[in-house]
């Protein structure tokens, strides 16, 4: 049996939890320049306060701690600390020769912890995906406001960045390539056209998740894509599942999560929002606590909308068991056929 076929089995028989956020978590340890330093990069010529990725190198036993603190609450899929972890993103702290190195001890930190844990419970295996964010440049949008047509990166380049990724977490051991966090699409095409070159006739290669961003209420990408348009867009690579995470609260993405379920009958839907909207006052800096957040996808499970749910910015270890006790009895949404 092909991984696919295995976790498309699990699917079809309860709804999958994916972890929360990484970067609120991280920030409850207040580490400073130092932490993030390590002795590896005692001497760097830049400050690298803030790289969270490079802390899988430096500091890995906070990020194991947190992917424990994730699996404890009830996670079943686990994403790497490689949210940033491209030669392009690492530009800004001049660590790009690093990329390698992180991606692949992101996948074994993320490897480990869920060995552990399916061996506690062998009946409820667990699954790492190895997260490609859309990087900080996109190629479908001029950064000049003067000039439409000028781009700060090329789709080349961010097929190159992509495919170095996804060789490393790979080489780490990961389960699932998930492709998330997608605000434009052509950023994302990249990514997809360097899965497909390196897994086109492989025999078991890791199945693939994709996940996008509506960013406000008009309901489009930052790129101006519709839902349907995403979709359309990136179908071609038959994903294992195509969701939507990050930007807006579960409220808010209700009815985009309804309609790609429509558009897509043949495949996976997965959900992973944001705790609602940024609010410095209070604890986690997101006004959605954790109750609120799981009746929200509990709601969209009883309308047989999703078969993968988890969170985004500002969820932490207490969201992530809200939302699994929430679905726990919850039948998962069902898909015309393995996809």
Same mark, same amino acid.
Not at 34 to 53: E, I, P
Not at 268 to 274: E, K, Q, R
Not at 300 to 325: R, Y
């Given at each position: 049996?092909?991984?696919?076929?295995?976790? *498309?089995?699990?699917?079809?028989?309860?709804?999958?939890?994916?972890?929360? =956020?990484?970067?609120? +978590?991280?920030?409850?340890?207040?580490?400073?320049?130092?932490?993030?330093? =390590?002795?590896?990069?005692?001497?760097?010529?830049?400050?690298?306060?803030?790289?969270?990725?490079?802390?899988? $190198?430096?500091?890995?036993?906070?990020?194991?701690?947190?992917?424990?603190?994730?699996?404890?609450?009830?996670?079943?899929?686990?994403?790497?600390?490689?949210?940033?972890?491209?030669?392009?993103? +690492?530009?800004?702290?001049?660590?790009?020769? +690093?990329?390698?190195? !992180?991606?692949?001890?992101?996948?074994?930190?993320?490897?480990?912890?869920?060995?552990?844990?399916?061996?506690?419970?062998?009946?409820?295996?667990?699954?790492?995906?190895?997260?490609?964010?859309?990087?900080?440049?996109?190629?479908?949008?001029?950064?000049?406001?003067?000039?439409? &047509?000028?781009?700060?990166?090329?789709?080349?380049?961010?097929?190159?960045?992509?495919?170095?990724? !996804?060789?490393?977490?790979?080489?780490?051991?990961?389960?699932?390539?998930?492709?998330?966090?997608?605000?434009?699409?052509?950023?994302?095409?990249?990514? $997809?056209?360097?899965?497909?070159?390196?897994?086109?006739?492989?025999?078991? @290669?890791?199945? $693939?998740?994709? *996940?996008?961003?509506?960013?406000?209420?008009?309901?489009?990408?930052? *790129? =101006?894509?519709?839902?349907?348009?995403?979709?359309? &867009?990136?179908?071609?690579?038959?994903? $294992?599942?195509?969701? !939507?995470?990050?930007?807006?609260?579960?409220?808010? +993405?209700?009815?985009?999560?309804?309609?790609?379920?429509?558009?897509?009958?043949?495949?996976?839907?997965?959900?992973?929002?944001?705790? =609602?909207?940024?609010?410095?006052? &209070?604890?986690?800096?997101?006004?959605?606590?954790?109750? !609120?957040?799981?009746?929200?996808?509990?709601?969209?499970?009883?309308?047989?909308?999703?078969?993968?749910?988890?969170?985004?910015?500002?969820?932490?270890?207490?969201?992530?068991?809200?939302?699994?006790?929430?679905?726990?009895?919850?039948? @998962?949404?069902?898909?015309? *056929?393995?996809?």
């Amino acid at each position: 049996m092909t991984r696919r076929d295995r976790i *498309s089995k699990l699917l079809r028989q309860r709804i999958l939890v994916l972890d929360g =956020g990484m970067g609120t +978590m991280v920030q409850q340890y207040k580490l400073g320049e130092a932490d993030y330093r =390590g002795h590896l990069c005692r001497d760097h010529r830049c400050d690298v306060k803030g790289n969270n990725d490079l802390l899988v $190198l430096t500091k890995p036993e906070v990020i194991r701690e947190i992917h424990e603190a994730y699996l404890a609450a009830g996670a079943d899929i686990i994403e790497t600390n490689t949210f940033n972890a491209t030669s392009i993103a +690492m530009a800004d702290y001049q660590l790009e020769p +690093m990329v390698r190195a !992180i991606n692949r001890e992101a996948a074994r930190l993320a490897r480990a912890s869920c060995e552990a844990w399916t061996r506690k419970t062998p009946d409820r295996p667990r699954f790492v995906a190895g997260a490609l964010g859309p990087t900080n440049r996109t190629a479908s949008i001029s950064p000049d406001v003067n000039d439409a &047509s000028v781009r700060n990166v090329t789709f080349d380049e961010l097929v190159a960045a992509y495919g170095e990724q !996804i060789d490393a977490l790979v080489e780490g051991g990961v389960d699932l390539i998930l492709v998330e966090t997608i605000f434009d699409t052509l950023n994302a095409k990249a990514a $997809l056209f360097a899965y497909l070159s390196r897994f086109e006739d492989a025999a078991d @290669p890791p199945p $693939l998740m994709i *996940s996008g961003t509506i960013t406000d209420a008009s309901g489009r990408t930052l *790129s =101006g894509q519709t839902v349907a348009a995403f979709w359309y &867009s990136v179908s071609h690579a038959h994903p $294992l599942s195509i969701g !939507i995470n990050c930007a807006l609260g579960a409220k808010a +993405m209700r009815p985009y999560i309804e309609e790609l379920a429509k558009l897509a009958p043949e495949t996976f839907v997965s959900v992973y929002p944001n705790a =609602g909207l940024p609010n410095p006052l &209070s604890e986690t800096g997101y006004d959605e606590t954790p109750p !609120i957040t799981a009746a929200l996808l509990r709601e969209f499970a009883e309308s047989g909308l999703v078969n993968i749910v988890g969170g985004c910015c500002g969820t932490t270890p207490a969201h992530i068991g809200a939302i699994a006790e929430a679905v726990a009895k919850l039948p @998962p949404r069902k898909v015309a *056929s393995a996809s």
